[in-house]
């Protein structure tokens, strides 16, 4: 029997629903790409970027995912054979790393764990060795999809600070960029960049890159640059410069669309929206665990993320769990990947999503434990339910 007729959630951490209102504004006929609305368009998304990244820098649109936002911010900033120190929280800035070594650079790892944030004083401690100041660049993410953690970034620049070291920051805000507060200027965050299809609610295919004076200047110097990605003719007069070609006008005027749903909102009540379904889903697995088959993959609470929960099984039951939400209840959920591929769940409560979306998906997960067996304690959307019941 499957109950799974009616509208499918798509709950994981990427790409995430697209609101109805971005998927109509982009249904219209292409335009002229050198006047009228699209350059209209153009000069609003960036200078809500601006807004949204909280910086006085210079932003940047590619026709791009996530990977084409890594290059860009790394090619332009940097010279062959620098040093780059990445800090290790899960997976996604080791595979910033990755590319960075493609591109000519020499990765240094900071190493970290799956399961908690970056050490503020360890990354203190290995600047505070680099008296030669070799590293050239550090490479982070804000929440880390794969392992559901979020660094603090303002305690990651205090320490670059108390190390006296001249390092460019760099901050991948992928999956937190529209979902918790991220402030490029007043952190001193050198580079910052995210993509469409997370918290902003677009589909994929664009990216975004923020630069600060700090970066700009090692933009004079840098030698790895390439046509499409170099910020100096993107800053040209024309506005087909801007893309560096065809500008990708459907995605555009969703993503216009997805900024004024945004600023409509509210910045601060998104952020407080995404706080409060990231603390119900909490609230569920803290019971579910009690069962001991499942537990939180980030062991501190302070470093769970708001827009995604990262559950780890002890056994092998994940994957059928996730089946069974999807086939049975119309839900899709995460699976985990990186170091945990297949032993876990990702739940995630990130863009498009509402108390509804949430307690579905919560309750189809509640419902696939009892199905299936899974030793776990009963009433955790009851306490999800409980926690939104004293905080609207
Ligand atoms: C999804 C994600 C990426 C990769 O983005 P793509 O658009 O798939 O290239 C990078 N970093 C983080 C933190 C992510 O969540």
């Given at each position: 029997m499957t109950l799974r007729n009616g509208k499918e959630f798509l709950m994981i951490p990427g790409p995430t629903n697209v609101p109805e209102e971005v998927l109509r504004a982009m249904h219209r006929p292409a335009i002229d790409i050198y006047e009228g609305p699209l350059v209209e368009t153009t000069v609003y998304c960036l200078a809500r970027l601006k807004q949204l990244f909280k910086t006085e820098g210079k932003t940047y649109i590619y026709a791009a995912n996530g990977h084409g936002a890594w290059d860009a911010a790394l090619c332009n900033t940097l010279k062959r054979r620098d040093r780059i120190l990445v800090l290790e929280s899960g997976r996604f800035a080791l595979g910033w790393g990755e590319a960075a070594e493609v591109m000519g650079l020499e990765m240094e790892v900071l190493p970290g764990a799956y399961d908690r944030a970056v050490d503020p004083a360890r990354l203190e401690a290995r600047l505070k060795e680099d008296t030669g100041h070799e590293i050239a660049a550090i490479l982070v993410v804000q929440i880390d999809t794969a392992s559901g953690v979020w660094n603090d970034i303002a305690a990651l620049r205090k320490a670059i600070d108390a190390a006296g070291h001249p390092a460019l920051l760099m901050v991948d805000t992928i999956a937190s960029l529209g979902c918790v507060p991220f402030e490029m200027d007043a952190w001193g965050v050198d580079v910052a960049l995210t993509g469409s299809q997370k918290g902003l609610m677009c589909p994929p295919g664009l990216s975004f890159v923020a630069a600060g004076p700090k970066a700009d200047k090692a933009h004079e110097t840098a030698n790895l640059k390439t046509h499409y990605t170099d910020w100096t003719f993107r800053q040209g007069a024309i506005h087909y410069q801007k893309y560096c070609g065809t500008p990708p006008e459907h995605l555009l005027f969703g993503f216009r669309r997805a900024l004024e749903l945004l600023q409509e909102e509210g910045l601060e009540r998104v952020w407080h929206r995404h706080a409060l379904l990231g603390e119900a889903t909490r609230r569920a697995v803290t019971?579910?665990?009690?069962?001991?088959?499942?537990?939180?993959?980030?062991?501190?609470?302070?470093?769970?993320?708001?827009?995604?929960?990262?559950?780890?099984?002890?056994?092998?039951?994940?994957?059928?769990?996730?089946?069974?939400?999807?086939?049975?209840?119309?839900?899709?959920?995460?699976?985990?990947?990186?170091?945990?591929?297949g032993k876990g769940i990702r739940i995630a409560h990130m863009g498009h999503v509402n108390a509804v979306m949430l307690l579905g998906t919560l309750s189809a997960i509640e419902l696939g434990l009892q199905k299936l067996g899974i030793p776990h304690g009963r009433g955790g959307v009851q306490a999800a339910m409980d926690y939104l019941a004293g905080v609207v």
């Open positions: 019971v579910w665990a009690e069962g001991g088959a499942l537990d939180f993959n980030i062991s501190d609470p302070h470093a769970r993320s708001n827009s995604v929960t990262v559950v780890r099984f002890k056994g092998d039951e994940a994957e059928a769990l996730r089946a069974f939400t999807k086939e049975t209840c119309g839900v899709t959920i995460g699976g985990t990947i990186g170091e945990i591929s």
